[in-house]
């Protein structure tokens, strides 16, 4: 296999967007075995259709050739599929919300740092390392967030950090002076925007629109800390 190249293949044209599924097999086997391992519960199902959208649909073709695709795969990725697998996975609850939240954001910024993006757009070896990174360790912070032994408050603050961390990223990105990643220096032209443009919208996206699935979250959980206060249940 040729692992220099970009996975789901070249950018393309708006014409041939809706024709540009991503029909691998090693894929489709993982996200078949996933279904069939996660077949009773909904959470899980429903982790597995985002992923499915991320790396099958024509979003993963769209995100080789913008920056603003790229940033809503990872977006469903890690504040999506990955909330999602954590209420599904039955392990053994994280001692510390700290550490997952740390190596979590130690990834995502890592990962876009320019050097290691394009890496990423060019190799499929290191692309895959990008996206199960990611992935993994999103879900092992939600999985803190959702079920460790911490107070209530602790494990919002979280949330609310974890969501913050990823709106400074967006905003970075968003009020860059230029252009960052090589990978899509040409692409956007041919859906009508510049790279710098395509990068801002990147941005906005990370740091607007991505926090609402961490809005959620807090509201759950403030939801269900309250049903608990009211029944007399330990908090």
């Not at 967007?17 to 429903?46: E, I, Q």
């Not at 080789?64 to 990955?82: G, N, T, W, Y």
């Not at 990978?183 to 906005?204: C, E, I, N, S």
């Amino acid at each position: 296999m040729n692992m220099e190249r970009i996975y789901c293949g070249p950018a393309p044209l708006p014409q041939e967007l809706w024709s540009s599924w991503n029909f691998d097999p090693v894929v489709l086997v993982c996200l078949a075995g996933m279904t069939y391992l996660l077949r009773k519960h909904a959470a899980g199902l429903g982790a597995v259709a985002i992923l499915f959208v991320a790396f099958v649909s024509p979003l993963c073709a769209l995100s080789s050739a913008l920056f603003s695709a790229r940033v809503v795969h990872h977006v469903l990725l890690i504040a999506a599929a990955a909330p999602l697998l954590a209420l599904t996975i039955q392990t053994r609850k994280p001692a510390t919300i700290a550490r997952p939240f740390v190596v979590s954001t130690v990834i995502l910024w890592g990962w876009h740092l320019p050097a290691a993006y394009d890496l990423a757009l060019s190799n499929v070896a290191v692309y895959w390392l990008m996206q199960i990174s990611l992935l993994i360790s999103a879900t092992w912070f939600w999985r803190a967030v959702l079920t460790a032994e911490a107070a209530v408050v602790e494990r919002i603050a979280f949330i609310v950090a974890g969501f913050a961390q990823m709106g400074m990223l967006g905003a970075i990105l968003t009020f860059a002076p230029t252009a960052l990643y090589a990978a899509h220096a040409l692409a956007p032209f041919d859906w009508g925007v510049t790279p710098l443009r395509d990068q801002q919208l990147g941005g906005l996206i990370m740091w607007v629109p991505s926090g609402v699935p961490y809005a959620v979250a807090v509201v759950l959980l403030a939801r269900r800390h309250w049903h608990q206060l009211t029944r007399g249940a330990p908090c």
